[in-house]
């Protein structure tokens, strides 16, 4: 109960992450659901049934080349 309407994040390797999904998927295939490293999946729990929202979302790794460089190029940084 103390858990309702939360947002939990749970970060691990690939592995764990396929055999969480297998499980709440009724799936065999543990090859089938290993994510890309830092793939990004969404479990969502309503009336206490789990469901597979998003599957190793990798989109947030790939920012635009203006906004990419500017982290690479120290000269573009404000001093302090």
Known sequence: ASQ????IAVLCHGGVISTFLNHILKSHNFWKYIPDSAGVSI????????CLRVFNDTTHLFLP???????????KMKKR
């Open 43 to 50: 479990v969502e729990y309503k009336n206490k049934r789990a």
């Open 4 to 7: 309702k309407r939360k947002t």
């Open 65 to 75: 080349a203006k906004s990419h460089n500017f982290w690479r190029d120290s000269s």
